[in-house]
């Protein structure tokens, strides 16, 4: 049977509607690590960027930064931020980018969500953190922004910056924002009782971290064509002291001379 008239002019109106989407790179960035995310974002996408600018600049070191971070999420005060110079209404899909602290997004995109609703956008939040955050700034994200459609997002570590460009490229294919095509990743085998290998591969990973990241329970893995992954269930202890359970991804890479390394912790 040859398609309607009516059939053909619908799929043509939903293809031009895709191939038309405008798509956005937003980010904040205080020492380029989450900049150097954001231009492979755009490199990959073409799409067009902007960077958030606090009118008063974390400019300081790391501890200082913790410090005035904490006391404005303590107190509930946001800082400014220079007014954008493009047009959010412009744009179908924003992708927003920031360092996590305190387990969410930086402060001045807190500024940027509480001035901005992104009413009927797309947003998909993209981070880099020492240890994890994307799950829980993903879901603040969305109790802050409820008219927006907020989507699965993309973290990697500081350390592990090498890897974002490979990551971003199966990432934005396995969640059609490009063309292309990625073989599946296998799922994880059932967890079960860790090993003394299990543990001296996850200690060989996690042990140099500055933080404790507690003890193995569990563990289930995956074989891929370039790595062997393991997700780890973990006893640790919360920011308050208090004892409860965490997911750590570790991966082996196949290449000769490769060592263990986190990728996430899922709290």
């Known amino acids: 049977m040859k398609p309607s008239l009516f059939s053909l002019i619908m799929t043509l109106a939903?293809?031009?509607?895709?191939?038309?989407?405008?798509?956005?790179?937003?980010?904040?960035?205080?020492?380029?690590?989450?900049?150097?995310?954001?231009?492979?974002?755009?490199?990959?996408?073409?799409?067009?960027?902007?960077?958030?600018?606090?009118?008063?600049?974390y400019d300081g070191d790391f501890q200082a930064t913790i410090e005035r971070s904490g006391a404005e999420m303590k107190s509930g005060e946001l800082p400014a931020i220079q007014p954008l110079k493009v047009n959010l209404a412009d744009y179908d899909l924003i992708f927003i980018g920031f360092p996590v602290w305190f387990g969410t997004y930086a402060m001045p995109v807190a500024t940027l969500v509480a001035e901005n609703t992104f009413e009927g956008k797309t947003v998909v939040p993209f981070c880099t953190f020492g240890s994890g955050g994307l799950n829980t700034s993903t879901d603040a994200l969305r109790k802050a922004l409820p008219k927006a459609d907020i989507r699965q997002g993309y973290g990697v570590r500081e350390a592990r910056m090498t890897a974002a460009p490979k990551e971003l490229d199966r990432f934005l294919i396995e969640n059609g924002y490009k063309e292309g095509t990625v073989t599946p990743l296998p799922d994880y085998s059932p967890q079960?009782?860790?090993?003394?290998?299990?543990?001296?591969?996850?200690?060989?990973?996690?042990?140099?971290?500055?933080?404790?990241?507690?003890?193995?329970?569990?563990?289930?893995?995956?074989?891929?064509?370039?790595?062997?992954?393991?997700?780890?269930?973990?006893?640790?202890?919360?920011?308050?002291?208090?004892?409860?359970?965490?997911?750590?991804?570790?991966?082996?890479?196949?290449?000769?001379?490769?060592?263990?390394?986190?990728?996430?912790?899922?709290?």
């Open 14 to 57: 939903v293809t031009t509607a895709c191939t038309q989407q405008k798509t956005l790179v937003l980010y904040y960035s205080q020492t380029g690590t989450t900049q150097a995310v954001a231009e492979e974002l755009q490199r990959q996408l073409g799409a067009d960027i902007e960077r958030i600018e606090a009118v008063n600049p």
């Open 192 to 267: 079960q009782p860790v090993t003394e290998a299990d543990v001296a591969i996850f200690n060989a990973a996690c042990s140099d971290y500055q933080f404790p990241l507690g003890t193995p329970l569990t563990v289930g893995s995956r074989e891929t064509d370039e790595s062997t992954d393991y997700k780890f269930t973990v006893q640790s202890r919360d920011m308050s002291g208090a004892e409860t359970t965490s997911i750590i991804f570790v991966t082996v890479g196949k290449a000769e001379g490769s060592q263990p390394e986190f990728t996430e912790v899922v709290r």
